[in-house]
């Protein structure tokens, strides 16, 4: 799939669980439908319920089901998330989209939609022929620090953070396609599918320097399931170049959207940034988190909220 239509999988309207609740309860998760897919989202949040642990769960569901007339009216006023072919947003879009320049003047990268883009295919071929360029510069860095980079102990350094920071970046070597390998199965389940507190090392594009924390996924499968691996190392293949947390977190979400078409997709980033720890304002218990909701994780706050009680719960 080009990035083009990466970008447009990722308007709601792609996504068959957009207005479940404006369309009654008793439709299938999925529009496809399924054999045991005929479970309403209310009737799925009736049987947490049952469950000791939902807690104080329990009175916010029934609080919900009587005034799932106005939820539905507030899902069909809110605001959807469009991202058009171009990568662009519409200008009236209450939701803006952070977006970086998408030009490279870097040999063998003239053609590429830049890195910081939605794009999944992009694979330069030659980041290890970067090295040499990569070396140099840290000489020059050791040297505008006053040190002197002929010194025993600094001779290999240059070489060695060059490499360092492209496996901090290697994340712009994998594709999608390569990184799933397959494992995408067909299967008759439509119930949440979470892999949660996943370990995420990323690099700040502000100050290169790491931020670091983990990532929950969930989503709601229609007869596709993803091999529960490839989800941790979807996030490998973004947080491992230079990143800002928001940007992280929809890329997530669009990758396993573009990967099993799910009827909703949620990611969840709780990051420390060592630039706000080490550095700057030097807050050192300070977590940022950051969220994507697409589809009916968007439009159904009970599957929202199943989903952050699974996410929350020990
Ligand atoms: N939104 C967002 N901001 C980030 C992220 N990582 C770093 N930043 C922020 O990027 C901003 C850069 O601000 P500047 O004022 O240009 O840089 P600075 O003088 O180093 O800022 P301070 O960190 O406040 O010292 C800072 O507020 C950082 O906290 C991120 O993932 N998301
Ligand atoms: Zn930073």
């Known amino acids: 799939m080009s990035a083009s239509e990466l970008n447009e999988a990722i308007d709601d309207s792609n996504f068959p669980q957009a207005h479940i609740l404006s369309r009654g309860r008793n439709n299938s998760i999925c529009s496809t439908g399924s054999a045991s897919g005929n479970?309403?989202?209310?009737?799925?949040?009736?049987?947490?319920?049952?469950?000791?642990?939902?807690?104080?769960?329990?009175?916010?569901?029934?609080n919900e089901a009587q005034s799932d007339g106005a939820v539905s009216k507030a899902i069909t006023n809110r605001p959807k998330l469009v991202i058009k072919a171009n990568g662009t947003i519409p200008e009236n879009d209450s939701i803006r989209t952070p977006m970086t320049p998408r030009t490279s003047t870097t040999p063998g990268h003239e053609n590429c939609t830049f890195h910081h883009d939605l794009e999944l295919d992009h694979k330069p071929p030659t980041r290890e022929a970067l090295l040499p360029d990569m070396a140099r510069s840290y000489r020059l860095l050791?040297?505008?620090?006053?040190?002197?980079?002929?010194?025993?102990?600094?001779?290999?350094?240059?070489?060695?953070?060059?490499?360092a920071m492209l496996f901090f970046t290697k994340g712009y070597d994998q594709s999608l396609e390569d990184v799933l390998n397959g494992a995408v199965f067909d299967e008759d389940h439509d119930e949440m599918v979470v892999v949660k507190?996943?370990?995420?090392?990323?690099?700040?594009?502000?100050?290169?320097?790491?931020?670091?924390?983990?990532?929950?996924?969930?989503?709601?499968?229609?007869?596709?399931?993803?091999?529960?691996s490839k989800l941790a190392r979807i996030v490998e293949i973004f947080s491992r170049r230079l990143q800002v947390q928001e940007r992280l977190t929809k890329q997530i979400a669009v990758a396993v959207t573009q990967a099993v078409q799910p009827a909703g997709v949620a990611v969840v980033v709780e990051g420390v940034h060592m630039c706000m720890v080490m550095r700057g304002v030097q807050k050192i218990n300070s977590k940022t988190v950051t969220s994507t909701m697409l589809g009916v994780f968007r439009d159904d706050p009970k599957t929202r909220e199943e989903f952050l009680n699974l996410v929350n719960s020990k």
Not at 42 to 61: C, I, P
């Open 39 to 62: 479970s309403s989202l209310l009737d799925r949040n009736l049987s947490q319920t049952d469950d000791a642990s939902a807690g104080s769960v329990a009175g916010n569901v029934a």
């Open 142 to 163: 050791l040297g505008g620090l006053g040190e002197n980079p002929d010194r025993q102990g600094l001779i290999k350094t240059p070489e060695r953070a060059a490499k």
């Open 197 to 228: 507190d996943i370990e995420m090392f990323s690099m700040c594009e502000h100050h290169l320097v790491p931020f670091y924390g983990k990532v929950s996924i969930g989503y709601l499968p229609c007869n596709k399931i993803l091999g529960l």
